[in-house]
T-cell receptor, first 112, second 112 residues
Framework: DAKTTQPTSMDCAEGRAANLPCNHSTISGNEYVYWYRQIHSQGPQYIIHGLKNNETNEMASLIITEDRKSSTLILPHATLRDTAVYYC?????????????FGKGITLSVRP | EAQVTQNPRYLITVTGKKLTVTCSQN?????MSWYRQDPGLGLRQIYYSMNVEVTDKGDVPEGYKVSRKEKRNFPLILESPSPNQTSLYFCASSLKINREIFFGPGTRLTVT
């Protein structure tokens, strides 16, 4: 069962913020929201994850709504190298809900 | 440099000829796994290992074997490859389950 839904694609201008949405209304209280990205057939790359608080690292920010039904990954200053498929995944850390299931993701195209 | 390496990166083989794809990580990670990626089907987990001598089936284990005799290595074995195993394969590792997962560069396998 897909735990998350994402738009198929989006684009943004180079240098602008890219805001990638994700709906996860069915994830349980102990399941994290993970974001990975995959640049053209390379191995997926971890970006960030969070449970209920907003998170920020050197790559991106993750904003999770208070009801945890959706979240937004923010790339603050998108570059052409950020063009990739971005996967939003809901998973726990133990037991049966710990498996990371990669869906189709959202294809982000950064235009010059 | 912290990394997951896979060999070979590209392989063309014939039906029924046993092959092994090696995977090695230099981060002392406990958790390792194998995925295959096919167009329209996304990334699917084949096998995973929680630690040395502990392996378990993922979503699509049929036709594959794995072993985890050492912490750093997690080879994928195809005893009798068939054309439906033509795919892009990724090895991955993480310190614990669902911590930041590092993926290898991928092995593109073609079985004729």
């Amino acid at each position: 069962d897909a735990k998350t839904t994402q738009p198929t694609s989006m684009d943004c201008a180079e240098g602008r913020a890219a805001n990638l949405p994700c709906n996860h209304s069915t994830i349980s209280g102990n399941e994290y929201v993970y974001w990975y990205r995959q640049i053209h057939s390379q191995g997926p790359q971890y970006i960030i994850h969070g449970l209920k608080n907003n998170e920020t690292n050197e790559m991106a920010s993750l904003i999770i709504t208070e009801d945890r039904k959706s979240s937004t990954l923010i790339l603050p200053h998108a570059t052409l190298r950020d063009t990739a498929v971005y996967y939003c995944i809901g998973a726990g850390n133990t037991g049966a809900n710990s498996k990371l299931t990669f869906g189709k993701g959202i294809t982000l195209s950064v235009r010059p | 440099e912290a990394q997951v390496t896979q060999n070979p990166r590209y392989l063309i083989t014939v039906t029924g000829k046993k092959l092994t794809v090696t995977c090695s990580q230099n981060m002392n990670h406990e958790y390792m796994s194998w995925y295959r990626q096919d167009p329209g089907l996304g990334l699917r987990q084949i096998y995973y290992s929680m630690n040395v001598e502990v392996t378990d089936k993922g979503d699509v284990p049929e036709g594959y074997k794995v072993s985890r005799k050492e912490k750093r290595n997690f080879p994928l074995i195809l005893e009798s490859p068939s054309p439906n195993q033509t795919s892009l394969y990724f090895c991955a590792s993480s310190l614990k389950i669902n911590r930041e997962i590092f993926f290898g560069p991928g092995t593109r396998l073609t079985v004729t």
